[in-house]
């Protein structure tokens, strides 16, 4: 064989390892179930025309032997192709804006963005569009907030100041569940503390903590004691309403803050937590 054929059959061989690692784009919702509008997922079925189907929407049609589509005769049959095409795509989740470097087939990306745990948190304070992981928001909120912050063990009590404001609670190992206390003044019946525990993927008014609260004032011998479960919350909607997040009541005789004390115990609940 002469030079120039072997040089034309590598010139073509590298042109056809490039053409099969060269990355293109589709638009994803021709990946979708063409009954349930769901990602499609192996096996495929398509009709005669090319329409195609899940096979848990193939088992529900009542009539098999026409199309769900275009009505065509002929039934279903599976689509080898479809398959492979699924399981070649693959999509980041979205995420990925947060540090999340995951990429799944395009049927497991709701499965994946359910439990990501880089999904986001968001900020509480008005006006600010902040979100990111529990990490990066107690970092925001102590950092370009300067809110106070006070670090605990679960299980262990630990003593907070009534002071009007916020306050970043976190676990002293890294990692886990951040917390935020709330104290506001409400005239007549004295400081409400609020507590919320700030998660990825919570749902408001899901409780995955408990908490114990002892006050007391040292000048009016005044001692209470409550139990509660704490609210979790993203805070995608912002810092939940008064009435949803009020927890605790420190009565208006003891609002001095230098004869107060709210000491706090957070508890895990039975089951183990991330």
Known sequence: MSTHGIESMEAKRMRG???ATREGAIPLEVLDCAFCFDPLRPPVFQCRVGHVICSSCHHKLRKKDNCHVCAITGGYNRCIAFDHILESIKVSCSNSIY???VKTHYYHQEEHKKSCPHAPCFCPEPGCGFAG???QLQRHLTVDHMLP???FAYGYSFTLHMQEGMRV???KEEGGPLFLAKFTLVPPFGNVVSILCIVPHAVTENHRFECDVDFYSRTMGWHQHSNFQIISTNLSNGFPGEEASYTFVVPDISSD???TTTRLLIRPPKISCP
Do not use: D
Request: glycine share 6%; hydrophobic share 15%.
């Open 99 to 101: 540090g999340c470097t």
């Open 17 to 19: 390892e490039k053409s």
């Open 257 to 259: 803050p230098h004869t």
């Open 169 to 171: 609670l976190h676990r």
């Open 149 to 151: 912050a006070t670090a």
């Open 133 to 135: 992981s529990t990490t």
